[in-house]
């Protein structure tokens, strides 16, 4: 199992600009979360996914973030548009059930806004 | 008041040395424990998981819950320079989300 995939690795944007990150969850999971880390507020859940349908979406800081989830082998979240505050490192998780046995995280996107 | 506390470190230990993580929260509803451990530049990865009270061991690792004072420990024992890292901690009441510490950063000196 390759685990949970992300994409891009890095992300370099201007101010302004519409950014895309991309999650492939493992097979088989029926939960797909996303995840933002900085160092001041660690990490933060974004939105969860619970077979394709958002579940909650409160973590989401304003309508410049949106999430989709077309089927249950991939999820982007966009940012639209972009600044500075956003830079942070992204995280897309996944799990069976819940996530009481825990959850699988894929390696982030680092995102910077210049 | 965050959910969950957890002192940032740095910590610093030598090799071999016993090290004490530990987390407090304020959700008495909290039944779900885990310790994550994050290496540089990757995703966090599950260390260990409890359910409500008590002691669990894997290995060099030794998890640690009290409900009635509201805190978790991670041990590790006989420690390695492997074993440098961020680790965090994280809990959920049942159907709820889970929520993080700000992680502790370890570093094992060889």
């Known amino acids: 199992d390759a685990g949970v995939i992300q994409s891009p690795r890095h992300e370099v944007t201007e101010m302004g600009q519409e950014v895309t990150l991309r999650c492939k969850p493992i097979s088989g999971h029926d939960y797909l979360f996303w995840y933002r880390q900085t160092m001041m507020r660690g990490l933060e859940l974004l939105i969860y996914f619970n077979n394709n349908v958002p579940i909650d979406d409160s973590g989401m800081p304003e309508d410049r973030f949106s999430a989709k989830m077309p089927n249950a082998s991939f999820s982007t979240l966009k940012i639209q548009p972009s600044e500075p505050r956003d830079s942070a490192v992204y995280f897309c998780?996944?799990?069976?059930?819940?996530?009481?046995?825990?959850?699988?995280f894929g390696s982030g996107t680092r995102l910077t806004v210049v | 008041q965050k959910e969950v506390e957890q002192d940032p470190g740095p910590l610093s230990v030598p090799e071999g040395a016993i090290v004490s993580l530990n987390c407090t929260y304020s959700n008495s509803a909290f039944q779900y424990f885990m310790w994550y451990r994050q290496y540089s530049r990757k995703g966090p990865e599950l260390l260990m998981y409890t359910y409500s009270s008590g002691n669990k061991e894997d290995g060099r690792f030794t998890a640690q819950v009290d409900k009635s004072s509201k805190y978790i420990s991670l041990f590790i024992r006989d420690s390695q320079p492997s074993d440098s890292a961020t680790y965090l901690c994280a809990m959920s009441a049942p159907g709820n989300q889970f929520y993080f510490g700000t992680g502790t950063s370890l570093t094992v000196i060889p």
């Open positions: 998780a996944s799990s069976r059930g819940q996530g009481y046995y825990g959850y699988t």
